[in-house]
């Protein structure tokens, strides 16, 4: 386990994201389940690149990301890949653990760097099985995650690379503390499962437009309403949907 730098500067939802309530569904727990999770809540850092779980392997930890996001892959036999859904400090990876399956044929990959919380299967299966608000919290999340993962097949079979890499921005920005995003092109074309020539154009096209600049891996949101106008309605779905089940549970 990797301990944070003492003078990282986190910051998120008014806490300090070296503390659990830097991710929002544990800031949604009751002090009473909160304060029983504490002692088994790991503080790790979730560098790019890292495989948080494989397809068709067993979990044996939940991760709740602080600052870090983990995108969800399915992976065909040929080695090519595609984003089935993101997730930051809104959620959980680890669904299958709680859902019954205990494996699932997707892999979970850290996107974007940065902190976050583990815990180890055996002590989240008690708290859901116990029936209580740790189970309706983490049953509303994962519909939510499901309305995500429904409306991004959606999008990439109906609409334009243009409309999805917004709806990739803005996503991956709700879930991030800042503007800016550090992705290269190549990643940013695994996740959407495109070639990297197409999300260099739309790339393009979105900077032009003045949304976005986009130099050396970095990618800077100029203005976040002209991504929502130019985006198709699927992100307005997904996050109309979170707020209705979860927001109003944080708040």
């Known amino acids: 386990m990797s301990t944070p730098h003492p003078n990282q500067p986190w910051k998120l ?3 300090n994201a070296r503390e659990p309530k830097g991710n929002q569904l544990l800031a949604a727990l009751p002090d009473a389940e909160l304060q029983r999770w504490m002692p088994h ?12 779980y494989e397809s068709g392997t067993t979990l044996s930890h939940a991760y709740f990301p602080t600052t870090a996001i983990v995108s969800l892959l399915y992976v065909t036999e040929d080695g090519s890949s595609a984003e089935i859904a993101v997730v ?15 494996s699932t044929p997707s892999r979970g990959v850290v996107q974007s760097a940065g902190y976050g919380f583990r815990l180890r299967a055996q002590a989240l299966m008690q708290e859901f099985n116990a029936s209580g608000p740790v189970m309706h919290l983490l049953l509303r999340y994962t ?3 499901i ?22 921005l803005l996503l991956s920005l ?10 290269t092109q190549e990643l940013i074309a695994n996740m959407l499962g495109v070639r990297r020539e197409g999300v260099t154009e739309a790339a393009v096209k979105l900077q032009k437009a003045g949304l976005i600049r986009y ?19 699927c992100y307005a779905v997904v996050k109309k949907e979170y707020d209705r089940l979860l927001l109003r549970q944080i708040v």
């Open 13 to 15: 939802l008014g806490a």
């Open 41 to 52: 809540l790991e503080c790790m850092e979730l560098p790019l690149g890292q495989s948080l």
């Open 88 to 102: 930051g400090n809104d959620g959980i990876v680890g669904i299958p653990l709680f859902m019954g399956g205990g």
């Open 143 to 145: 519909q939510a995650l």
């Open 147 to 168: 309305t995500q993962m429904t409306q991004t097949a959606v999008c990439n079979r109906h609409h334009s690379l243009d409309q999805q890499l917004c709806r990739w």
């Open 174 to 183: 709700d879930r991030l503390q800042g503007s800016e995003l550090i992705m």
């Open 215 to 233: 130099a050396r891996g970095h990618i800077t949101v100029l203005n976040r309403q002209g991504l929502e106008q130019r985006s198709c309605e």
